[in-house]
């Protein structure tokens, strides 16, 4: 039982001199585990087909030796010049069909068949290499995948894209049914007319938009499954990930996750912004959710700071710890970092590294090297699942595509409305599962459903199923609006929720936003939840069978409804028309998962004090920088006290255990 620790490890950018002293510097670290590889392919092809090993062979057998495994990189994000001199068709290009230069990374069109060809050719060469390599115990395939190249509209995405669609719809007659084209007069005669949706005049068409988007997602995959392909045939064994990037919205995870042996994450929350531990807590929950409960990996992140933001401020004393430890709390069977050793030059000389520019006497490295010990005092926690969740939220990146697509009655961003929903959940330190709504629902008893724009009614009618079995529902405005090609249903919106909800509606009124004219909010009056605010949305609704919690009080939606419950079999299903404030949604939350009779893993802990179960540990973080006193029973396996109360300083956490002492 080992938790994973390590990082990405860049050999070609020291001297090979130095190779013994980074890897003194790991042991001493106790890392066990190294990326390596990732930016290589112009050192191991120098020329095109001349390979170049010597230098891989050598650092490998050394890091065996020295019984740190390696993570081996297939070395395809990012493609030496030769390649795009001698093709600059494999470059990507942006929808104004400006081509993007080599001379950073990721510099490929992900459907180019020059650049899968010659990508491809170089992993073939790795497995054959490396597949049975002692050290090498995960392939790691590409690498963030989409990260700076997720929309590309050359020549390549143009050929592939008319091929999906074909595969898609078979016919030019379905495709122009869904796509609508008989608006603005954009009806195909056959596929060879259909392009990548590039800028034009006005709005493009959405349905193609939303098609561009996945299929973009699906050559992703693509890139990711054709070398994985290579690796497993010629070592079946070896699992294979390649790395997240947490609620990254060009790339739909959930399709991509059932391919990986192991749902990995990069993980880079701003020091500077107080939302952090809970951005980041949601995208440990995704990542599990991901991965069905399974452990996963936190492949990077940063021991100090980034070197993207416009400013990059280092994370605090204690910030690494208390986020690393909120990893695997959520999860996570390992903690990686973005590099083992700062780059001296080049673009991320001033990311920070594991060993910083200034070397071992540096709090970065001593942080370093306690986290190595923390790990292994808690390494009984490896393999071991999270409890069950009961609480999900829904969460859907096609919704997420289609709903910020553009020509809607308000610009909606998804991710940071989803996170409002999310907030009370992590503040109360309950579970919460984050899933597609086609997922089973069975092991739930809440479902909290933002802006769910575009629900299928296959996924509806289970959701109603789900209220009508005794599960409890909460929907907000424009939730089930359209299906998945981006069409209003004959029946109107709500789409095969409106039984379960009780509600019908009649209109929509958005509210302005940042400097237009026209009113920002809308009071709202509840005897049961206070009153409060709206803000970005209101509606014209109509109860059917629901009852009114809430009403609007003033503008035209003066006396209409804001908020609804409606009883419906043995469940009950919210619905909320406008966008309450932080307290009002919690309120909202915790009496629905009160009466769903949803405890949190501890209740009642100081604001800002994590809580998180893994089997038979419990951890308790404190994220903020004041100290706290927590009661909790359990001997803490970090500290070795026997007993609380526990005082816990700025940034400190337990990780309790009522097992004895072995
Ligand atoms: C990731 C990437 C790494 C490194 C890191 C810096 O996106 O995979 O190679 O660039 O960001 O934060």
Known sequence: MVLRYGGDYNPELTPESVW???????KQARVNLVTVGVFSWALLEPRDGEFEFGWLDRILDKLHAAGIAVDLATATASPPPWLSVAHPETLPEDMFGVR?????RQAYAPTSPIYLAYSRRLVRQMAERYATHPAVVLWHINNELGAHTNLDYGPAAEVAFRTWLQQKYGTIERLNEVWFTQFWSQRYDAFSQVRPPRKAPNWRNPAQLLDFQRFSSDALLSVFLGEKEIVKAVNPDIPVLTNFIGAFKPVNYQQFAPHVDLVSDDSYPDPLDPRSPMLAAFARDLMRSLSGGAPWLLLEQAAGYVNWRPVNTTKRRGQMRAWSLQAVSRGADGIMFFQIRQSRAGAEKFHSGMLPHSGERSRVWRSVVELGADLERI???EGQRATES???ILFDWEAWWAIE??????PIDYYENVIRWYQPLYQANVQVDIIHPSHDLDQYSVLVLPNLYLLSEADATRIAAFVQRGGR???TYLTGIVDENDHVAESGYLRGLESALGVWIDDFAALAKGAQAGPTSVDVTSETLGDFRGTEWSEYIEVTTAEVVARFCGLDVDGLPAVTRNRHGAGEAWYVATMPDDRTIARIIDGVRRDAGVAAVVEGLPGGVEAARR???LFIINQTDAGVV?????RDLLSGRAQGPFDLGPFEALVLTDREES
């Open 630 to 634: 927590v009661d909790v029973p359990g």
């Open 615 to 617: 089997g038979d540990h």
């Open 473 to 475: 529902l909460v929907a």
């Open 390 to 392: 009961r609480v999900a």
């Open 20 to 26: 013994d002293e980074d890897i003194r510097l790991m």
């Open 100 to 104: 993007s230069w080599p001379g950073s």
């Open 405 to 410: 697509e553009g020509s809607k009655p308000t």
């Open 379 to 381: 390494s009984a926690v």
